[in-house]
C-alpha cells in the first residue's frame, strides 16, 4: 500500500489534496484546514515579557493554531511571529519525556521514583557532608508564578539552602536593583498605555522591534510623540525614532547624566516635586557639575546640539517615558544606569503620572512573577530578608518557626557557579533553563559543571547543551502543558491555560516540587492541602495581602474574563510616596566608569551580543519550530564596511570571533552599516556558536547581573566562503 | 514628526514639540482599522496589495501567518521579507520589503502556463492558480520577475499567493493584512486603465522594474531619503536547479533532429539508423516527463500550444516523433516486402525535420525569459541549434562510416565554443546584476572546472573524429553539450525580490 501511494505521488495522481485543503474555521473563517480548531483556549504567550493575550485552536485534542486574542488590552490581536507559530511548540520534536539518570556515564531512563528518590539522597547527602548551602539552585523567568512561589518554599524552607536563584539574573537583575536603590521596592512604576499617551518615549538599550514587537505597535498608536532612540547600533527601533542617538558602547550613565545636566542648569525640572518627594537632591546636582555637554559629547560620542536638543525635548515634555531593557541592564554597572535613569524621571517629576514613568520592558514571560514570589534577591511579596517583621510576618502566615527564613540573601547566580568551581557549592538543580548557552564565559560554566557531584536539569527538552553536564534529567512540562499565571512587564497578571497534556512521562513542575516535599517529608508543612496551581495561587494571595504586590484583590476567574489584572493599579506612585523608610524617593549619584574589558592592539573590536525577531534565547524552543527556526537557521556577525575593507573581508565569509577566553568559529560575517567601525555584533541565540564563549564573566556588583554587551575580541577569517565572488549589486 | 538623523553637522529638526498642541494625556480609544476596500470593485478595476514600507518594523508577522493560512511547509514562503540598506553609520537607513504576488496586469505566470493552470479572475484581478490542474512544470517559476511562484516538491505542484481570495470574498482580511502589527499591509481598489498609465508607485528598491509584468502592488517609500537602499540578499547566490530531466531532454531532442538533418544530406537513411533516433528520442520524451512535479499529466501539456512555448515545443516534438516514427516504417516497409512509394521518403524526412527545428525553437523560446536574464539571450537558440548541428554530425559520423563529415564538425565546434564564449562575456560585461552573478557562479570555484572542461571536451571530440574515433567522439561530444547545458540551467540567477541576508538556501 505504501509503495503504491509512493507511486500515486511520483505519477503525480496524489498531490496532498487532503492536507492543503481549505476549510472554514467558525471563529476566523477560510483557512487551511489543517488549521480548523473546535474550541479555542484563551491563554498568555510563554515566549516575552509583553504578555500577549491568545486564543489557542484545538481540534482533537491537538493545538492547531495560534491567534491573537483581539478582547487583550496588551495586544489587541496583534502577535509576532512566535506567538503566531507557539502551537506547534506543543507538537515539536525534541521533548524531555522520560527521567534521565546517568549510569556508568551515561544518561538512561528511569522511573520518577527512582529519579526523584536519587535526587534527594544525593542531594541529602551532599547536604549532610558540606551543609545545606552546597546546593544551589537556579529557576527561570519561564515557570508559572504559582510554581514560583512553590519553588521558592521548596528549596528555602524544604532544602534550607539559601543559594536560590534564576535565570533572571541574567536578564532584568539590574532593573530590580535599580528600582530598589531609587524607589526602595521593585515594581514597575507605569504601564503600556503609557506608551501611547508620552509626548517625549526616550528608549535606552532597548529594540523592542525584535524583542518585543507588539510594544511597536502600542508606541505607533501615539501620534504625537517623539521617540528617542539611544543605542550603538542602528537597530530596527532606531529605524521607528524621530531621533537615533548612536552613542558609544557604555556611554549611557554620561548621556543620561548630561540631560540631567541640562535640565538643572535651564530649570527645566520639576522644584516642587523634588522637594516634596525625594533626597539628596542637592548632592546629585553638585555631582553633575562635571557632565557638562562639552564632556558628554566627548564621551558618548554626540554632538553638545545633540544632548542639548536631547535634554530640551525631555524636560519640555508633559509626559515624558523612559523605558529600557538589555541594553542597560546586560551591565556591569546595570543597577547604578537603572538610578541614573530614574534620577531622571524623578527631577523632572515624570513618575506616577499618565504617560510619565522610568519603565523596564522586561524579557521572560514570567520574569515579573518570579520578582515577586521568588524567594531569591527579596522574600515573597517584595519583603527583605534583613527586616526581622518581614520575616515574622511570613513565619506567621506559613506557620513555621521564624528562624528557618534566611536572614540574607543567599548567593546569586553567577556566585553559585563561581561557588561550584571554588567548591562550596556541590550540587547545582537547573528548572528551565540552558545556562550553557545563556551564561557568559562558558570556559568558567564548564569547569564548574565538571566541578559539581550532582546537576539535576529541568526541562522540556532534552537533549539541551545543559543536560550534557546533567547526573539527573526531570522532564518537564512547557507553555500549553500547564495551568497558572504569568505577570507581564507592565504588572499585568495573566491566565496560562492547558491546552494539551505533556508528552510522555513529563510533568508540570508545580507536581515535580510537590513530589520532592513529599519525599522530603515536608508536603504538609510547606504546602497543607495543595493539590493544584490553583491552591499556591490562593496561599500566595493571603502571602501578598497588603504588599506592594497584592494580588488578593483579583481571582483567577477575574484576570481571565477580564485579559488581566494589574497588581498595584494602573501606576505606582501616583501620590509621591515610596516605600523607603523616610518615604521620599532617593536621588543617587551614579558616576559614569568606562567598560571592563576595553579593546587594544591584539583585540580591537568591541563585541554587542543581542537577539533577533525569530529566535527565542537560546533557540531550545524555537529550533524546534520550523518555520522560525529556516527564516535564521545561522548566527551571523556584523561589521562595518570600513573594517571589513580593513581585514580584507567579504560578505558571506565565514569567521571567527577571538576574545581572551575562547573562540567561536564559522560565523556567516554581514558588513554592514548597522555597527559603528569598531564594533561587532552577533545574536546569543545559537548554541553553534556560542555568544558566551567569549563573553566575559564581569558582573554587576549589586544586582549580579552580567556584563554581556561589551567585551574585546578580534576577527579572523575561519575559511574560504563557499559560495561564488560576485560583482557589486549596482 | 519625520525621523531626524544627528550628526556632527547638527541635525534637521522637525518642529520643535510645542506642549500645547498636546491635546490630552488620555489614551484615545484603539481598534485596529480595517484595511480592506469597503466598497464593491466596479469595471475596470480590480485589488491589489499596498505596502507601506514607512510602516513595516520586520517583525516577520505577516511570513507566519500567510503560512499558517495556507497550511505551507517551512520552505515555501508566499509572503517575504526582505531587506534593504543604505547610508553610512550612523545615518544607515533599514527598511523592509514584505510581498506576496503582485497580481500583475500581464502576468507572465498566466501566459506561459501549458495547461492553463493560472487565471486573471475577471471580477478581483487576483491571479489565480490551481492546484488540480497544474502539471508541476514550473515554466511560471521561469516566467516570473518576482519569484513568486514556488514548486512544492511533496505535492508536485506550484502554489503561490491568491490573496487570500477565499477570505476576501467573506469580507476577511487576508491573513498577511491581518496579521500585520503595525498595518503595512492593505488591500486596495486600483482602477487597471490608469494603473497601466502610471505605475511608478510600483517600483521600489529591492523590486525588480515593475515594467516587466506591470505589478499591481503599490508601494509607499521612505520620503526625503537622499540614501540609495540596495538589497542585502545579493551578496551570496547559490546554483540554481539542475532539471537534469531537461538537460537530457534537449540535448538528446537536439542530437537527433542534427542527426536526421545529416543523414538525409548523406542519403543515409536506413530503417536502422532511423529506429535508433526514434528510441533516442522515446527515451528523450520519457525523461522530459520526469522534469513534471505530476508526470502522469503529461498530456495536459499540448493545451496551451496557442499561448505557451512550452505547449509548443511539447506539441512539435510529438510531431516531430510521430513523423519519425511513419518515416522509420517507410525505409522499413522494403525488408517487410510492403509496397510503399519510396519517393516519399525525402518529402517525409523533411517533414520531421520542419517538427524538429520547430521544437527546437520552441524548446528556445522557453527559456527566451526576461525573469531569467542569463538565458533570455540570443545565444540560447544559437546554442540549441548549433548543439543540433554538432551532436548531429557526430552522431551520423558515429552511425555511418563514412564519410566522415570532419568539416562541418570541425565548423559547428568552433562555432559552439564562440556562442559559448561571447556567451560568457556578455554576461561579464552586463549591466544586469543577475547576469553578472550568472558570471560569477560559472567562474566560482564551484563550477569553474565544468566551465573549462565542456570547452575542452568540445575540442577532444572534434581531434578524435579527426583521427578516425567517430563512436568515443561521439561520446566525449555528448559529454560536452551534457555538461554545458547543466551548467545553462545551474548559473541562471533569476531576478527576484529582496530576501533577507540570512536565510535557509536551498537549490
Redesign the interface.
Known amino acids: 500500500m505504501r509503495l503504491l501511494d509512493k507511486l500515486r505521488?511520483?505519477?503525480?495522481?496524489d498531490?496532498?489534496?487532503k492536507?492543503?485543503a481549505?476549510g472554514k474555521d467558525d471563529r476566523y473563517?477560510?483557512?487551511?484546514?489543517?488549521?480548523v480548531a473546535d474550541t479555542w483556549v484563551k491563554t498568555t504567550c510563554g515566549y516575552c515579557s509583553v504578555g500577549c493575550g491568545m486564543l489557542i485552536g484545538v481540534r482533537d485534542g491537538k493545538a492547531v493554531?495560534?491567534r491573537g486574542n483581539p478582547d487583550h488590552p496588551v495586544?489587541?490581536?496583534?502577535?509576532?511571529?512566535k506567538g503566531?507559530?507557539e502551537h506547534h511548540i506543543l507538537s515539536a520534536p525534541g521533548r524531555a519525556t522520560t527521567p534521565m539518570l546517568r549510569k556508568n556515564g551515561k544518561l538512561e531512563p528511569v522511573s520518577w521514583d527512582e529519579a526523584l528518590n536519587t535526587m534527594v539522597e544525593r542531594i541529602g547527602s551532599i547536604q549532610t557532608r558540606y551543609g545545606p548551602s552546597a546546593l544551589g539552585v537556579v529557576g527561570t523567568g519561564q515557570l508559572l508564578t504559582e510554581e514560583c512561589y512553590t519553588l521558592g518554599k521548596l528549596v528555602q524552607l524544604g532544602f534550607r539552602t539559601p543559594n536560590n536563584d534564576g535565570n533572571t539574573t541574567l536578564c532584568m537583575a539590574s532593573a530590580v536593583s535599580g528600582y530598589k536603590l531609587s524607589f526602595g521596592s521593585d515594581g514597575p512604576p507605569g504601564n503600556y498605555?503609557d506608551l501611547?499617551?508620552a509626548?517625549?518615549v526616550l528608549l535606552i538599550g532597548a529594540n523592542i522591534?525584535d524583542n518585543h514587537?507588539?510594544l511597536?505597535?502600542r508606541l505607533?498608536?501615539n501620534k504625537?510623540r517623539?521617540l528617542i532612540v539611544v543605542d550603538p547600533r542602528?537597530t530596527?527601533?532606531a529605524?521607528?525614532?524621530?531621533?537615533?542617538?548612536?552613542v558609544k558602547p557604555r556611554s549611557d550613565i554620561a548621556l543620561i547624566n548630561g540631560i540631567a545636566h541640562i535640565l538643572i542648569r535651564d530649570s527645566l525640572i520639576d522644584r516642587a516635586y523634588i522637594d516634596a518627594h525625594t533626597t539628596h537632591f542637592e548632592d546629585l546636582s553638585a555631582f553633575l557639575q562635571a557632565f557638562t555637554p562639552e564632556h558628554v559629547a566627548e564621551v558618548t560620542g554626540?554632538?553638545t546640539?545633540?544632548i542639548e536638543?536631547v535634554a530640551?525635548?525631555y524636560g519640555?515634555?508633559?509626559?515624558a517615558f523612559i523605558g529600557w531593557t538589555m541594553g542597560v541592564n546586560h551591565s556591569s554597572q546595570g543597577a547604578v544606569t537603572v538610578a541614573a535613569i530614574n534620577n531622571l524621571a524623578l527631577i523632572t517629576g515624570n513618575i506616577g503620572?499618565?504617560?510619565a514613568t522610568p519603565f523596564s520592558i522586561t524579557g521572560q514571560c514570567n520574569a515579573m512573577g518570579t520578582r515577586e514570589t521568588g524567594f531569591t534577591s527579596s522574600l515573597p511579596g517584595y519583603r527583605k530578608f534583613e527586616n526581622a517583621k518581614d520575616r515574622a510576618d511570613l513565619a506567621a502566615l506559613w506557620n513555621v518557626d521564624p528562624a528557618i527564613i534566611p536572614q540574607a540573601r543567599g548567593l546569586a547566580y553567577p556566585d553559585i557557579i563561581e561557588a561550584a568551581v571554588t567548591g562550596k557549592v556541590k550540587a547545582i538543580w537547573f528548572i528551565a533553563t540552558n545556562p550553557a548557552v545563556s551564561f557568559p564565559n562558558y570556559s568558567l560554566f564548564e569547569q564548574a559543571m565538571r566541578s559539581l557531584e550532582f546537576v539535576v536539569v529541568q526541562d522540556g527538552f532534552f537533549p539541551t547543551p545543559t543536560s550534557d553536564f546533567a547526573d539527573l534529567v526531570l522532564p518537564g512540562a512547557i507553555w500549553g502543558e500547564k495551568e497558572g499565571t504569568y505577570t507581564n512587564s507592565e504588572r499585568r497578571v495573566s491566565k496560562a491555560n492547558r491546552i494539551v497534556a505533556p508528552p510522555g512521562e513529563a510533568r508540570p513542575d508545580f507536581d515535580i516540587f510537590l513530589d520532592i516535599a513529599t519525599r522530603l517529608g515536608l508536603r504538609d508543612t510547606l504546602y497543607p492541602g495543595w493539590s493544584t496551581t490553583h491552591d499556591a495561587f490562593r496561599e500566595w494571595q493571603r502571602v501578598s495581602t497588603g504588599r506592594m504586590c497584592d494580588y488578593s484583590t483579583f481571582t483567577w476567574d477575574e484576570i481571565e474574563s477580564r485579559g488581566g489584572m494589574q497588581w498595584g493599579g494602573e501606576r505606582l506612585y501616583s501620590d509621591g510616596v515610596f516605600p523607603t523608610p523616610d518615604g521620599r524617593a532617593r536621588l543617587h549619584l551614579v558616576p559614569c566608569d568606562p567598560f571592563t574589558e576595553q579593546p587594544n592592539e591584539e583585540f580591537d573590536f568591541i563585541l554587542n551580543t543581542g537577539r533577533t525577531?525569530?529566535h527565542w534565547h537560546t533557540r531550545t524552543k524555537t529550533a524546534q519550530v520550523?518555520?522560525?527556526?529556516?527564516?535564521?537557521?545561522?548566527a551571523?556577525l556584523e561589521i562595518?564596511?570600513i573594517d571589513a575593507a580593513r581585514l580584507k573581508l567579504?560578505?558571506?565569509d565565514r569567521v571567527t570571533v577571538v576574545s581572551r577566553r575562547n573562540q567561536v568559529a564559522n560565523l556567516?560575517l554581514?558588513?554592514?552599516?548597522?555597527?559603528?567601525?569598531g564594533q561587532v555584533f552577533m545574536p546569543f541565540h545559537f548554541s553553534e556558536t556560542n555568544s558566551n564563549l567569549v563573553t566575559l564573566g564581569a558582573f554587576d556588583p549589586i544586582s549580579r547581573e552580567p556584563n554581556f554587551k561589551q567585551c574585546a575580541v578580534r576577527i579572523e577569517k575561519t575559511t574560504q566562503?563557499p559560495?561564488?565572488?560576485?560583482?557589486p549589486?549596482? | 514628526m519625520g525621523l531626524v538623523r544627528l550628526t556632527e553637522n547638527g541635525f534637521v529638526f522637525g518642529e520643535a514639540v510645542v506642549v500645547d498642541t498636546i491635546p490630552t494625556l488620555e489614551p484615545e480609544p484603539f481598534t485596529f482599522p480595517s484595511l480592506i476596500p469597503g466598497r464593491e470593485l466596479k469595471d475596470g478595476e480590480q485589488y491589489r496589495f499596498h505596502f507601506n514600507m514607512t510602516k513595516c518594523i520586520g517583525c516577520r508577522s505577516c511570513e507566519v501567518a500567510c503560512n499558517e493560512q495556507n497550511g505551507n511547509p517551512a520552505d515555501i514562503l508566499w509572503r517575504r521579507i526582505g531587506e534593504l540598506e543604505g547610508g553610512t553609520y550612523p545615518n544607515t537607513q533599514r527598511h523592509y520589503l514584505s510581498m506576496g504576488c503582485n497580481h500583475c496586469l500581464d502576468a507572465d505566470c498566466v501566459k506561459g502556463c501549458p495547461v492553463d493552470a493560472y487565471k486573471k479572475d475577471p471580477i478581483t484581478g487576483i491571479v489565480v492558480h490551481s492546484a488540480d490542474a497544474c502539471i508541476g512544470c514550473q515554466y511560471c517559476v521561469w516566467n516570473c520577475p518576482y519569484s513568486v511562484p514556488q514548486f512544492n516538491p511533496e505535492r508536485g505542484v506550484v502554489g503561490k499567493c491568491d490573496m487570500c481570495k477565499g477570505r476576501l470574498e467573506d469580507g476577511l482580511e487576508p491573513a498577511c493584512v491581518n496579521a500585520c502589527p503595525e498595518s503595512a499591509i492593505e488591500i486596495e481598489i486600483v482602477n487597471m486603465a490608469n494603473w497601466r498609465e502610471n505605475f511608478t508607485e510600483a517600483d521600489s528598491p529591492g523590486m525588480p522594474l515593475a515594467s516587466h509584468t506591470i505589478s499591481t502592488t503599490r508601494i509607499t517609500l521612505p520620503e526625503n531619503t537622499t540614501t540609495t537602499l540596495e538589497r542585502v540578499d545579493s551578496g551570496q547566490v547559490q546554483p540554481e536547479h539542475a532539471h537534469l530531466s531537461l538537460v537530457f531532454m534537449t540535448t538528446l531532442m537536439q542530437g537527433i533532429t542534427g542527426a536526421l538533418i545529416v543523414l538525409l544530406l548523406n542519403r543515409s537513411l536506413d530503417p536502422l539508423r532511423l529506429f535508433l533516433l526514434l528510441n533516442i528520442g522515446g527515451v528523450a520524451v520519457t525523461i522530459s516527463t520526469l522534469h513534471l512535479g505530476r508526470p502522469a499529466y503529461a498530456w495536459r501539456a499540448l493545451k496551451m500550444w496557442r499561448r505557451s512555448w512550452l505547449s509548443r515545443e511539447v506539441l512539435l516534438f510529438t510531431l516531430f516523433l510521430l513523423t519519425l516514427t511513419a518515416l522509420t516504417a517507410i525505409t522499413a516497409a522494403p525488408l517487410l516486402h510492403l509496397h510503399i512509394p519510396v519517393h516519399l521518403i525525402a518529402p517525409i524526412a523533411c517533414l520531421a525535420i520542419v517538427f524538429g527545428l520547430g521544437g527546437t525553437l520552441a524548446s528556445a523560446c522557453i527559456y527566451l525569459v526576461p525573469a531569467r536574464p542569463s538565458w533570455n539571450m540570443i545565444h540560447t537558440p544559437i546554442d540549441f541549434f548549433l548543439t543540433a548541428s554538432f551532436l548531429g554530425t557526430m552522431l551520423s559520423a558515429a552511425l555511418c562510416n563514412l564519410p566522415h563529415p570532419v568539416l562541418l564538425a570541425t565548423l559547428t565546434a568552433i562555432a559552439w565554443s564562440l556562442n559559448h564564449a561571447f556567451r560568457l562575456y556578455r554576461l561579464h560585461s552586463s549591466k544586469l546584476f543577475e547576469s553578472r552573478a550568472a558570471f560569477s557562479l560559472l567562474s566560482s570555484h564551484l563550477l569553474r572546472a565544468h566551465t573549462i572542461a565542456a570547452f575542452a571536451l568540445v575540442a577532444l571530440s572534434v581531434t578524435l573524429l579527426t583521427t578516425g574515433h567517430p563512436l568515443i567522439a561521439l561520446a566525449i561530444g555528448w559529454c560536452a553539450a551534457l555538461l554545458a547545458r547543466y551548467l545553462f540551467f545551474v548559473s541562471v540567477v533569476p531576478l527576484n525580490m529582496a530576501l533577507t541576508f540570512i536565510r535557509s538556501r536551498h537549490a
Open positions: 505521488r511520483l505519477a503525480g495522481i498531490t496532498a489534496q492536507r492543503y481549505y473563517g477560510f483557512v487551511s484546514a489543517s488549521r493554531s495560534s495586544n489587541r490581536g496583534k502577535l509576532c511571529p503566531l507559530s498605555t501611547e499617551t509626548d517625549v522591534a514587537p507588539i511597536c505597535n505607533e498608536r504625537h517623539t542602528v530596527k527601533t529605524m521607528m525614532a524621530d531621533i537615533h542617538l548612536a554626540l554632538t546640539t545633540q536638543h530640551l525635548h519640555r515634555a508633559r509626559a503620572r499618565a504617560g525577531v525569530e520550523d518555520m522560525l527556526n529556516k527564516m535564521v537557521p545561522n551571523w562595518n564596511p567579504h560578505s558571506h556567516e554581514r558588513i554592514t552599516a548597522i555597527v559603528a567601525p566562503r559560495g561564488a565572488k560576485l560583482p549589486a549596482t
